[in-house]
């Protein structure tokens, strides 16, 4: 595990069809409306046009099998699934896929050019309004309906102008190159709509085989001194609070690819990650499988870190606190070849953008020790990383 927030994975990314030897170039052609950009420590692509979309994501083996034997385009799909498993996938067959190495630290953060936007924003629930949500959920733990459940906010951004979305990618990327950066386009009507965003977490990735897990759970804002910075992410890997959360999410995760992989290698302690605005307790589980990544994470999703535990309470808890419906926010971005191979993340640090609107997401995981100003001061500082790209 690197200390930067990403996974040491499973060497370099196969090629299946046109390369672009700079990254920074290729994310520079990504436009809204026009295709997906997904990228990663594995290397990134750029995926345009639409042969096919897909709803469902139970098609996706036979429509990739009818595209290998076709030839009409690459036998990938890629896009995002929703947070609610039943809901509707925003999944594409590309007519052209273009791959690139790693970004790196090849991609510059924009320079904005005439006056700022202006911006008009509302929370939702305002601050207070969330506090009292983390209050009703550890009042459930306390009459023990839930162990562990991940509460949301948004905050709902309008601009005077139509938000520059190549440049808030592009300052995603800058700002976490080692990361997970994507951009998926969304069914809409009208101006075109984008999934953006900037996870640190690995859901799952297969290549030849070799499968790896990446949850993440247990977090801490960083701090400005570096002194400081390095005592919160110790006093976070010593926290018993946020060791209990990570341990369940660790759980979870390890029983259902327990069933789908072999050779399952699951660490017995957690280790530090960082990113730009956050420390996070991490654990990196290997193992094998003949199933496809989007299988995979299908099988994961929603795994505790984004929904909680049991399950069925956490999500009726969600439903009925929430004043919002999630969409993609903490469903999944990536893709999978027909092959089987692929990469899936959560899309956490992410939002969705449409003209001169944007909706930003942040979350946090409670369990009994939680308290509420803390959760809502953990969301603040989650929203930073979208807030930075703007």
Request: hydrophobic share 45%; glycine share 10%; with cysteine.
């Amino acid at each position: 595990m690197t200390s930067e927030g990403t996974v040491e994975l499973l060497g370099a990314m196969a090629v299946p069809d046109a390369p672009c030897d700079d990254p920074a170039a290729l994310l520079a052609r990504w436009r809204p409306g026009r295709g997906t950009w997904f990228s990663g420590p594995r290397g990134g692509l750029l995926a345009d046009g639409a042969l096919r979309r897909l709803e469902e994501p139970d098609d996706v083996g036979a429509v990739l099998d009818e595209v290998a034997a076709s030839g009409s385009g690459p036998a990938l799909v890629v896009g995002a699934l929703p947070f609610d498993p039943a809901g509707a996938a925003a999944l594409v067959v590309p007519r052209e896929v273009t791959w690139s190495p790693a970004l790196g630290r090849a991609v510059e953060a924009p320079v904005a050019g005439g006056p700022s936007p202006r911006w008009g924003s509302r929370s939702l629930p305002e601050p207070a309004g969330y506090e009292a949500m983390v209050a009703e959920a550890l009042r459930r733990m306390g009459a023990g309906d839930l162990e562990k459940v991940v509460l949301a906010r948004v905050l709902d951004l309008q601009a005077d102008a139509p938000v520059d979305q190549a440049a808030m990618l592009r300052g995603l990327a800058a700002r976490d190159p080692s990361g997970y950066v994507f951009a998926v386009d969304l069914p809409t009507v009208g101006a075109p709509r984008t999934l953006l965003g900037a996870s640190p977490e690995l859901l799952i990735s297969r290549r030849d085989g070799e499968v790896i897990a990446n949850p993440l759970a247990g977090s801490a804002p960083r701090r400005r001194d570096r002194a400081d910075d390095e005592a919160a992410g110790a006093d976070l890997l010593d926290s018993a609070k946020d060791r209990h959360e990570h341990a369940l999410v660790v759980t979870d995760v390890s029983a259902a690819l327990a069933g789908v992989c072999d050779d399952l290698e699951v660490p017995a302690e957690p280790s530090l990650i960082r990113t730009d605005a956050m420390w996070h307790l991490s654990t990196t589980i290997r193992g094998r499988s003949s199933r496809s990544a989007l299988d995979l994470a299908r099988a994961l999703h929603p795994t505790p870190a984004v929904g909680g535990v049991p399950r069925d309470a956490a999500s009726r808890a969600i439903t009925e606190l929430e004043p919002f419906d999630r969409g993609f926010y903490t469903g999944m971005v990536g893709w999978t070849d027909s092959s089987g191979d692929g990469e899936w993340v959560v899309a956490l640090r992410c939002g969705e953008v449409c003209g001169p609107s944007a909706r930003l997401y942040a979350g946090a995981g409670l369990v009994p020790a939680s308290v509420p100003s803390a959760e809502l001061a953990e969301t603040t500082a989650k929203l930073e990383t979208m807030l930075a790209s703007m």
